[in-house]
């Protein structure tokens, strides 16, 4: 990712590695999350917000994640976070996770637009520039 729209940093706790000392595979979308939430809320875009007054929830649609070399404990990450393409009710995200220049991890996660009350599609109240 030449130019990342966001970083966040992630110190890599005992709680988040596995029997091998390493960062347990799920846990790097747990740090993706909250890099997303954090990203969006630095455009002014709190979830809760979304959800309260314009009833609106994101869904994961798919995940792509490519695990190219481990992270452990207490390792500092950065987690980045690019827009790859926006849809009227999706967004596809990319995110690399590096330690130091060292790339770790890449993946793009999909994104629905959804009602609070039906699950069903819904354009996003809002623009990203």
């Known amino acids: 990712m030449s130019n990342p729209a966001f970083a966040f940093p992630v110190r890599i706790y005992y709680e988040d590695t596995d029997a091998g000392g ?4 799920a846990n790097y979308l747990r740090f993706m999350e909250r890099a997303r939430t954090e990203w969006l809320r630095m455009h002014g875009y709190e ?20 695990y190219i070399k481990p992270a452990r404990l ?11 393409r926006t849809g009227k009710a999706s967004l596809d995200i990319d995110h690399e ?22 699950f069903r599609p819904m354009a996003l109240p809002f623009t990203l520039d």
Request: glycine share 4%; proline share 0%.
């Open 47 to 66: 979830l809760n917000r979304l959800e309260q007054e314009h009833g609106f929830l994101f869904a994961v649609r798919s995940a792509n994640i490519d």
């Open 74 to 84: 207490n390792d500092l990450l950065s987690i980045q976070v690019a827009i790859a």
């Open 97 to 118: 996770v590096y330690r130091d220049d060292e790339l770790l991890c890449r993946a793009r996660i999909k994104l629905a637009g959804i009602t609070v009350d039906s």
């Open 22 to 25: 390493v960062v347990y595979h």
